[in-house]
């Protein structure tokens, strides 16, 4: 079982920066690659970014691609999300979520993650 709790959310203006965490818990949570998604009004869930079982692999969606850097911690357990020169666009709920025990490898697709955080609010205004 794996718990998540994202957190860093807030309302920020344009050309702003914010980092979210997510701090996982759960003995087997190294094992598994974990992943950024977010969700806007009206809008279906979207892959942001993902990042392998061991930190050396990363992919991120195009539209944020250059501004956002995912990162994790293995060692407290933590996946983060670097976000710089945030754009009304991005504003959206964002959520953490962690791939089945030892699925390493990064995935886009969220039905391929197990778990998921009740999300964090990120609101960019312009």
């Known amino acids: 079982q794996v718990q998540l709790v994202e957190s860093g959310g807030g309302l920020v203006q344009a050309g702003d920066s914010l980092r979210l965490s997510c701090a996982a818990s759960g003995r087997t949570v190294s094992t598994r690659a974990l992943g950024w998604f977010r969700q806007a009004p009206g809008k279906e869930r979207e892959f942001v970014a993902t990042i392998s079982s061991s930190g050396l692999s990363t992919y991120y969606a195009g539209s944020v691609k250059g501004r956002f850097t995912i990162s994790r911690d293995n060692a407290k357990n933590t996946v983060y999300l670097q976000m710089n020169n945030l754009k009304s666009e991005d504003t959206a709920v964002y959520y953490c979520?962690?791939?089945?025990?030892?699925?390493?490898?990064?995935?886009?697709?969220?039905?391929?993650?197990?778990?998921w955080g009740q999300g964090t609010q990120v609101t960019v205004s312009s």
């Open positions: 979520a962690a791939r089945p025990l030892e699925r390493a490898q990064t995935s886009t697709r969220a039905d391929q993650y197990d778990y």
